[in-house]
DNA sequence: GTCTATAACCGGATAGAC
DNA sequence: GTCTATCCGGTTATAGAC
C-alpha cells in the first residue's frame, strides 16, 4: 500500500508492514492500532475483521501485478524481449509494494484459507502461465536451450526474484535496476564466461560426491 | 527431522510438518498433542515450551547443511565443481528435511526472536560465506563472468533453491537429480541457446517499456 | 510417561457512550 | 470516528494424580 492518503489506507499500510515483519497470526489488531494510533476496537469501524485487511493487501498486489503482465502480453514481444520484460516488471511490483509481495510469498498456505480470496490459486496460476508461455514458446522457435522444463525453469526464477522483497531494503540500498540487470544476465546467459558449446546431452552435472 | 525412531523424535516430527504447514505461532500445542496421540500438556514432559521444539528443529537442520558444506570445502574442488557441488548438497538438505527447511525459510524473522536461537544470523552468514566465496574466486580466475556481483548472485542462486522445500512433494514427484540438472544447467549456462559473445559492457536488458 | 484439571493470560471481536 | 468496557474462546504452561 504505497502512500497512504486516507485512515483506511494507513491502517492498511501499517497493518502491511507489521504482517510482513511478523507474520499475520502473531500480529494482533492491539499492535495495528498502536501504529495508527487508536485502540484495536476502533479499527473495527474500517474493517469487518483482521482478514478483511489482509484480503485488501493481496487484492491490490496481485491487481498491480496481474496488469502489468497484462500490459506486457498486449506488446507482442518476442521471447527474450518478453521475459526479460517480465523480469522488469515484477521487480517493479516488489519495489512498488514489498510488504504485501512478503506476505503472498510467506503466507500463501495460510491465504488460501481465507474465504474472501478463494480465487487465489486461478490467480496464481494466471501469473505462472505468463512466465511458461513465453519459455514454452522461447524454446519451441530454437531461441532458448530446446531441453529446459519450462514449469520448473519458471518456478527457479521466479523464486529467485519475489523474495528479493525480504533482502534488507530490497531496491534502496542496492538500487532496482542493478538487480534486474544481474537477475536478466544470470538467467539468460549464466555464470560461466565461456560454456561448453551446447549438446542436447550436454546438460550433465559436473558436482563431486561428498 | 527424517525417521523417527523414540517418541520425543516423534513429537519434532509432527511439530515439522505443522510448523511448516501452518506457521509456527497459528499451530498450538493441541494440534501437535493431536497429532502425536497426546494431550497437549504431556508434551511439557519432553520440551519445556513450543519454541524449544522449534529450536531443536532447526538446530538439526542447520547442523545437517553447515556438516554438508564443510565437506565440500574440504575437497579444495575448481570453482565450477565447487558451486555445482553446493546446489547438490543444498537439494539433498532439502530433500532430507524439507519441513524444517521451510520453516527456516518462512520464519526466520520470527526465530531470530528465541533467544536460544542467538547465533542464527552468524551461521546464516556462514552458509552465505560458502557460496560468495566460490562465486568471487570463480570471478577472479576467469571462470565466471568477471561482471557479476557474488553476494547478489548468491541470494539468486539461494533464493532459487531453497523454496522448493514449498513445492508440492518437492524432490519426489519431480526426482531430484532432475532438479538439480535443470538448476545448473540454469545458472552455469542460462536460458538462451546462443547467446551473444559476452563483452564487459554487453550486460544491459532488452526489456522493453510498458 | 501420560492424564486431568486448571491457572493465568491473550486473542479477535462487540456494544454502546461520546 | 474513536474510546471504554467487556465477552468469550483459545493459548501456553503448570501441578499433581495415576
Same mark, same amino acid.
Given at each position: 500500500?504505497?502512500?497512504?492518503?486516507?485512515?483506511?489506507?494507513?491502517?492498511?499500510?501499517?497493518?502491511?508492514?507489521?504482517?510482513?515483519?511478523?507474520?499475520?497470526?502473531?500480529?494482533?489488531?492491539?499492535?495495528?492500532?498502536?501504529?495508527?494510533?487508536?485502540?484495536?476496537?476502533?479499527?473495527?469501524?474500517?474493517? !469487518?475483521?483482521? =482478514? @478483511?485487511? %489482509?484480503?485488501?493487501?493481496?487484492? /491490490?498486489?496481485?491487481?498491480?501485478?496481474? #496488469? $502489468?503482465?497484462? +500490459?506486457?502480453?498486449?506488446?507482442?514481444?518476442?521471447?527474450?524481449?518478453?521475459?526479460?520484460?517480465?523480469?522488469?516488471?515484477?521487480?517493479?511490483?516488489?519495489?512498488l509494494d514489498p510488504e504485501a509481495c512478503e506476505i503472498y510469498q510467506n503466507e500463501y498456505n495460510y491465504l488460501r484459507t481465507i474465504p474472501a480470496l478463494s480465487n487465489l490459486g486461478q490467480r496464481a496460476k494466471e501469473i505462472q502461465n505468463a512466465w511458461i508461455d513465453t519459455l514454452e514458446e522461447?524454446?519451441?522457435?530454437?531461441?532458448?536451450? !530446446?531441453?529446459? =522444463? @519450462?514449469? %520448473?525453469?519458471?518456478?527457479?526464477? /521466479?523464486?529467485?526474484?519475489?523474495?528479493? #522483497? $525480504?533482502?534488507? +531494503?530490497?531496491?534502496?540500498?542496492?538500487?532496482?535496476?542493478?538487480?534486474?540487470?544481474?537477475?536478466?544476465?544470470?538467467?539468460?546467459?549464466?555464470?560461466?564466461?565461456?560454456?561448453?558449446?551446447?549438446?542436447?546431452?550436454?546438460?550433465?552435472?559436473?558436482?563431486?560426491?561428498?
Amino acid at each position: 500500500m504505497p502512500k497512504p492518503d486516507n485512515r483506511r489506507d494507513e491502517i492498511l499500510h501499517e497493518a502491511s508492514k507489521l504482517f510482513a515483519a511478523k507474520g499475520i497470526s502473531s500480529t494482533t489488531v492491539r499492535e495495528i492500532g498502536d501504529a495508527v494510533g487508536m485502540l484495536s476496537g476502533s479499527l473495527y469501524h474500517h474493517f !469487518p475483521s483482521k =482478514d @478483511a485487511m %489482509v484480503t485488501e493487501i493481496i487484492n /491490490g498486489y496481485l491487481d498491480d501485478l496481474q #496488469a $502489468r503482465y497484462a +500490459r506486457v502480453a498486449a506488446l507482442n514481444l518476442a521471447p527474450i524481449e518478453r521475459l526479460e520484460t517480465l523480469i522488469l516488471e515484477s521487480f517493479k511490483s516488489v519495489e512498488l509494494d514489498p510488504e504485501a509481495c512478503e506476505i503472498y510469498q510467506n503466507e500463501y498456505n495460510y491465504l488460501r484459507t481465507i474465504p474472501a480470496l478463494s480465487n487465489l490459486g486461478q490467480r496464481a496460476k494466471e501469473i505462472q502461465n505468463a512466465w511458461i508461455d513465453t519459455l514454452e514458446e522461447g524454446a519451441a522457435r530454437g531461441i532458448f536451450r !530446446p531441453d529446459i =522444463d @519450462a514449469p %520448473v525453469c519458471y518456478r527457479f526464477i /521466479g523464486n529467485a526474484i519475489w523474495p528479493t #522483497a $525480504r533482502w534488507p +531494503r530490497a531496491g534502496r540500498s542496492t538500487p532496482i535496476d542493478h538487480l534486474v540487470r544481474e537477475c536478466t544476465t544470470l538467467f539468460m546467459r549464466g555464470l560461466e564466461l565461456n560454456p561448453a558449446p551446447f549438446t542436447v546431452d550436454g546438460a550433465t552435472t559436473r558436482a563431486a560426491s561428498v
